[in-house]
């Protein structure tokens, strides 16, 4: 029997670019047969994602208060472990992350037994690279995660990431709220899981506006920062 595989997208205000990237998901073919399901968390938006995402024949589930990304992305983790899939994927729905490269995320996956895997924009650097800011920022957490997980993770921003039945299991208990894909490593790391990543071309965002707004900022870099220490001292 194939295995199962839910899409993850947290979705604040995507209205204009979900629509496409549900198109996408709707002729994406997965290796090994799996069957793809699409969750839409629709994060209290004020415009009409949600009712895209039912037109997009997409799962729906309305948060009744804006939970933040990290509380989306583990709202759509909850529904997969409750709902048995053998793999999530967390995918945005602006545009992105780009559905014809979900397969190398499975792929490399089936091949290494990863638990975690991360598209990265990084590794072959093709495909949109991010603004200059936001390059200096990923490249800071590259060296805040080498020192507190030992791996060289050059994407760890990346929300482009492949979650086994056990990042799941884990994911759905303990999962970071705010801006959490940095700190969500060192949970990961800590927890004996094993974490990699594949090259993936990225596309520029085709609509919406970021959640991170002042990703380059030294406040950002300090309150994450402050947060991945926390995760790393904090008792199992």
């Known amino acids: 029997m194939p295995g199962k595989v839910l899409i993850v997208i947290p979705c604040y205000n995507e209205e204009a ?7 996408e998901l709707q002729q994406t073919v997965l290796p090994d047969n799996y069957q793809l399901d699409v969750l839409v968390v629709n994060d209290c938006s004020k415009d009409g994602t949600s009712a895209v995402a039912k037109k997009g024949k997409a799962i729906v589930i309305d948060l009744p208060v804006n939970l933040g ?8 983790i909850l529904y997969a472990r ?16 780009p559905p014809k490269e979900l397969s190398k995320l499975v792929s490399f996956h089936l091949e ?3 638990n975690i895997v991360i598209g990265s924009r990084f590794l072959e650097k093709e495909g949109f690279q991010s603004s200059f800011a936001r390059r200096l920022g990923i490249k800071y957490f590259h ?5 507190m997980t030992g791996l060289h993770i050059y994407d760890s921003t990346s929300g482009f990431r492949l979650f086994d039945k056990a990042a799941i299991k884990i994911a759905a208990v303990n999962y970071p709220d705010e801006y959490p894909e940095p700190e969500s490593l060192v949970v990961f790391s800590k927890a004996g ?11 520029a965002r085709q609509g919406g506006q970021s959640s ?8 950002y870099c300090i309150k994450v920062s402050l947060a991945m220490l926390f995760s790393f001292i904090r008792k199992p």
Do not use: C
């Open 17 to 23: 670019s979900l629509p496409s990237v549900l198109k």
């Open 69 to 76: 990304i990290g509380g989306a992305v583990q709202t759509g």
């Open 82 to 97: 409750n709902n048995g899939y053998d793999i999530a994927i967390q995918l945005d729905g602006d545009g992105q992350h």
């Open 112 to 114: 290494s037994g990863a």
């Open 143 to 147: 060296w805040v995660n080498r020192l």
């Open 193 to 203: 899981l094993k974490i990699a990543e594949v090259p993936v071309i990225m596309n």
């Open 212 to 219: 991170i707004r002042q990703f380059g900022s030294l406040y």
